[in-house]
């Protein structure tokens, strides 16, 4: 009984310093921000270090809690950005703009990646392993194709939609608007993302995930990710409660795509934008923070972020510096005597064990927290 409320509290004590270390940071950014300490460079990472925290803990989701390997993140990214940005810049061209606005963005956002995230996993989630992986990253690919080859106009007989170019929308010649250019992408998107936009919905993605893992849905998913004969021999349906947690982290990729499209004047599906380097990004985030580690998520696409614009001015250096210390991190929070001499430190300063440091236990706690 003891051991069972110890760990209860391990857990609350975990949850609550994720939610402590988003707030000090939003804090010492306000900070900063007032006393002029901040330069033009870092403001503009702001809203990038929101967006990439959101999709590494997402992607956590289904990573490190649900066990399955996915290469498509940014593909479901891409989807949450456009389909906000059309509603929004088409709402700017009736003259309509204001906060709600931006609210319902996020809502179709995560709608439409969640429902392509759904349409996706139904047959994907049949596979397992490198096969997985390798599908997920074509359908991200795919995704990230047809967006670019979209023509999306409006006129008065309503919406136009071609695969070829501007002539073959048939146009009214009057009163028509062009919302997504092809490779062009969409432009005059308006400016509603911020750092607070940011950090508030960073705070609401933490909190479903950490509502969900700790939920019987949440444990069923931990359960199939251990031992999936020993779960599906009790009744849990290892479809079902993978797909619940694939469409819910593709929902919520879609609002980190809501937040990046309305950072920007001018949205494109690029490859360094939403192509598979960015969905291996995302992916490495995840592993060096931590698999099933929130706070780890979120340290770790903050650092990674910063890293080589802190190293931009090393120029041709600044990637084989950020390989190296990648591969250092690595090394060093999975050597065997590094975790035995933190397991010492432990002992000797029992607070630790609250802190949990991620890289004192990689490896070794599956829990999910």
Avoid at 17 to 40: D, E, N, P, R, T
Wanted: proline share 2%; hydrophobic share 55%.
């Amino acid at each position: 009984m003891n051991l069972l409320k110890t760990k209860r509290n391990k857990k609350a004590f975990y949850n609550l310093s994720v939610y402590l270390m988003i707030i000090f940071a939003y804090i010492l950014v306000v900070v900063l921000k007032s006393q002029g300490m901040l330069s033009s460079l870092m403001e503009g990472l702001l809203v990038p270090l929101c967006t990439y925290s959101i999709l590494a803990v997402s992607l956590n989701l289904v990573v490190g809690i649900s066990g399955e390997l996915s290469l498509g993140h940014a593909g479901f990214m891409c989807v949450g950005a456009f389909s906000s940005a059309i509603f929004t810049r088409y709402m700017k061209f009736l003259g309509m703009q204001g906060l709600y606005l931006f609210i319902i963005a996020i809502l179709i956002g995560a709608l439409t990646a969640g429902i392509i995230g759904l349409l996706i996993g139904i047959p994907v989630l049949r596979l397992k392993g490198d096969y997985l992986a390798i599908v997920t990253l074509a359908f991200g690919e795919i995704i990230k194709n047809i967006v670019n080859a979209i023509w999306l106009g409006f006129d008065t007989n309503g919406v136009h939609l071609s695969l070829r170019n501007a002539q073959a929308l048939n146009l009214a010649k009057e009163n028509n608007f062009i919302v997504v250019k092809g490779a062009q992408g969409i432009t005059g998107t308006p400016h509603y993302s911020s750092f607070e936009a940011g950090i508030i919905l960073l705070l609401i993605v933490v909190t479903i995930v950490i509502n969900l893992v700790n939920s019987r849905t949440g444990r069923n998913i931990k359960a199939l990710r251990d031992n999936r004969v020993a779960a599906e021999s009790v009744g849990i349906s290892s479809m079902k409660y993978k797909l619940i947690a694939f469409t819910i982290a593709s929902s919520m990729a879609g609002v980190a795509g809501v937040l990046y499209a309305h950072n920007l004047t001018t949205l494109q599906a690029l490859p360094n934008t939403f192509g598979y380097n960015v969905s291996i990004n995302i992916l490495v985030f995840v592993v060096l923070g931590g698999m099933g580690r929130i706070r780890g998520s979120i340290i770790a696409a903050v650092v990674l972020t910063l890293l080589p614009e802190m190293l931009r001015g090393l120029q041709d250096f600044r990637m084989l510096i950020y390989s190296i210390v990648l591969i250092v991190v690595m090394i060093f929070t999975s050597a065997p005597a590094i975790k035995q001499y933190m397991e010492v430190l432990k002992h000797k300063f029992p607070i630790l064990n609250g802190l949990k440091i991620s890289m004192m236990i990689r490896g070794k706690n599956k829990e999910g927290e």
